[in-house]
T-cell receptor, first 112, second 117 residues
Framework: EPEVTQTPSHQVTQMGQEVILRCVPI?????FYWYRQILGQKVEFLVS????????KSEIFDDQFSVERPDGSNFTLKIRSTKLEDSAMYFC??????????FGPGTRLTVT | AQKITQTQPGMFVQEKEAVTLDCTYD???????LFWYKQPSSGEMIFLIY??????QNATEGRYSLNFQKARKSANLVISASQLGDSAMYFC??????????????FGAGTRLFVKA
């Protein structure tokens, strides 16, 4: 069964450093998303991406964040200068049509 | 503005019994979708079931069914014949503007389900 994959599973970085979180969506999906979940809290929408551009973003997704689909398979989230409050689980998701979103296993980002 | 409310922070159910997890939502958009996800202690998000605002019948997927009451704006998840492996956090979510470019999905705070042997 096809699945969304994410690397790395855990990333530790120092405050102020740049991080890139990687995702491989399900191959025939067209819509891609990033979410984050601070420990013990609810899942928060960050951004959606379709047709090689951002289709919607939340207020969390400020200038420190960017997304890219550098090739036909990868979908990345970059945080330019990490802050302590960026520590969270980051989930990538993809969907083929607009009813089912499949999530990856997540990347736990720890900013020290 | 979109809003999802899950009023039960925790629920207990006896193994093999049915349980209902509550979810209410608020939207002015006539076109929206409702989702339920399961998050076990391992952390992954597992898609369970989907209900579209125009769907006439309640969605069902195996032991999961969605009790969709549009006028009340509720979308409760019913799990029949609970199993120990159902112990997890359950999130209700909604997306507006389906089919018209709506992509933002918002999640409720979640309900933690404990299944007792």
């Amino acid at each position: 069964e096809p699945e969304v994959t994410q690397t790395p599973s855990h990333q530790v970085t120092q405050m102020g450093q740049e991080v890139i979180l990687r995702c491989v969506p399900i191959s025939n999906h067209l819509y891609f998303y990033w979410y984050r979940q601070i420990l013990g809290q609810k899942v928060e929408f960050l951004v959606s991406f379709y047709n090689n551009e951002i289709s919607e973003k939340s207020e969390i997704f400020d200038d420190q964040f960017s997304v890219e689909r550098p090739d036909g398979s990868n979908f990345t989230l970059k945080i330019r200068s990490t802050k302590l409050e960026d520590s969270a689980m980051y989930f990538c998701a993809s969907s083929g049509i607009w009813n089912e979103q499949y999530f990856g296993p997540g990347t736990r980002l720890t900013v020290t | 503005a979109q809003k999802i409310t899950q009023t039960q922070p925790g629920m207990f159910v006896q193994e093999k019994e049915a349980v209902t997890l509550d979810c209410t939502y608020d939207t002015s958009d006539p076109s929206y979708g409702l989702f339920w996800y399961k998050q076990p202690s391992s952390g992954e998000m597992i898609f369970l079931i989907y209900q579209g605002s125009y769907d006439q019948q309640n969605a069902t997927e195996g032991r999961y069914s969605l009790n969709f009451q549009k006028a009340r704006k509720s979308a409760n998840l019913v799990i029949s014949a609970s199993q120990l492996g159902d112990s997890a956090m359950y999130f209700c979510a909604m997306r507006e503007g389906l089919g018209t470019g709506g992509f933002k999905t918002i999640f409720g705070a979640g309900t933690r389900l404990f299944v007792k042997a």
